[in-house]
């Protein structure tokens, strides 16, 4: 609160230091999204459009360290800043961010407000100052939203894609269908089809990934909602699963192996980088798990998936390729994580929204997805 308190004071001078650096045109933007996978493929159009509507400009992408590996294959993105493991805590983190933007920006777009990532722009007297308004848990933060250029107020029951998307029109982006249209990206790499080569071998398809963990484990379906899910693929569809996942997944991929008759299953977790795993995802018939990175993934290559929601809005965020099944949970306190609001741990200690997931349903519509892809080929 001292940070804010002593902005509001040094405002006036700020104000006048921001407004002598105003640039006729932007020639580089900072772009701050710090939040995990499934978030970033979700904002990768940002990204899109900036160097479609602004191909003079710089693009420079400040992010979570664990998207570096996928940013990295992203043409829209000229240089990777990636968030410090302690991130903006203390003076430290303040003073970290400091230093970033005396690099020299004319602009910054912030796709992960807080205090900090609201104040540092205006300290460092950058002119175009552009971010999201959080619609849930403003906190103090809400007082910095006066140092902003131009705030784009997220709506409750609109996809945060399109919120973010539209909070280019502080950088005069004109916001059209064409715009709101662009699709997610996720690249695919060398080192990645080689790999994909390796583990699928000559497995017979249809190739179906099970989805086995989240990054919030809140969100991860149990052990045995995994086996139950597996061996219903198995006795419905002659399709081989893939397991996806992470090496903390691993227990679970051998849980579910043992489970199933010999050959009906391979084992990619903690087998490929990030980096390498869309290239596997992308030779997928289907995707079934939950709210995942992995799922968005999937879903920006193309891929059929069907993701149950859980505790996650699907009015926030989901998967939204053409080929996408999504599954809301039917308990009443679902939804209970939003795009500002991501609790780790179920507030009522029952994790109702997983433990009653609808594992016969998503067999049934894997199922009907398979059959409707082999009509189409036949």
């Known amino acids: 609160m001292i940070y804010l308190l002593l902005t509001w004071l040094a405002a006036p001078l700020l104000w006048w230091r921001a407004a002598r650096r105003h640039p006729g045109e932007s020639s580089r933007i900072l772009v701050i999204q710090t939040a995990k996978i499934g978030d970033f493929v979700a904002t990768t159009p940002v990204f899109r459009a900036l160097r479609n509507r602004l191909p003079q400009v710089e693009i420079v992408a400040l992010l979570h360290p664990v998207n570096v590996p996928l940013a990295e ?6 240089r990777i800043i990636a968030l410090p ?6 003076w430290a983190g303040k003073r970290w961010l400091l ?6 920006y004319d602009g910054v777009l912030v796709l992960s407000p807080n205090l900090t990532t609201l104040l540092a722009p205006f300290w460092a007297g950058v002119p175009q100052r552009v971010s999201v308004l959080a619609d849930r848990r403003q906190g103090s933060a809400r007082l910095a939203w006066p140092f902003l250029t131009h705030g784009e107020a997220h709506v409750s029951g609109r996809l945060f894609r399109e919120t973010a998307l539209r909070a280019l029109a502080g950088f005069g982006v004109s916001i059209d269908a064409g715009l709101l249209a662009l699709v997610n990206e996720i690249p695919r790499t060398a080192s990645g089809e080689m790999k994909a080569q390796v583990l699928l071998g000559t497995a017979p398809r249809p190739l179906v990934g099970l989805g086995l963990g989240a990054g919030n484990r809140m969100k991860a379906l149990a052990p045995e909602q995994l086996q139950a899910l597996a061996l219903g693929l198995a006795e419905r569809t002659a399709a081989t699963l893939v397991l996806i996942g992470t090496v903390e997944d691993s227990l679970a991929a051998t849980e579910v192996l043992a489970a199933l008759p010999a050959g009906r299953a391979i084992d990619s977790t903690g087998q490929c980088s990030l980096a390498e795993l869309p290239a596997l995802l992308g030779e997928l018939d289907c995707f079934v798990g939950v709210d995942s990175g992995a799922t968005y993934m999937a879903d920006a290559l193309g891929v059929p998936v069907v993701d149950f929601m859980g505790p996650a809005d699907a009015d926030d965020q989901r998967p939204i390729g053409s080929q996408a099944v999504v599954i809301r949970s039917a308990e009443p306190c679902a939804p209970c994580s939003h795009a500002f609001d991501a609790p780790y741990r179920c507030h009522l200690g029952t994790r109702a929204c997983i433990s009653h997931a609808p ?3 998503l067999i049934g519509i894997v199922s009907n997805i398979l059959t409707s892809k082999l009509a189409a080929e036949k």
């Open 73 to 78: 294959g992203l043409d829209s993105i000229d």
């Open 85 to 90: 493991k302690p991130g903006f805590k203390g």
């Open 99 to 104: 230093d970033q933007l005396a690099e020299g």
């Open 359 to 361: 594992v016969d349903k």
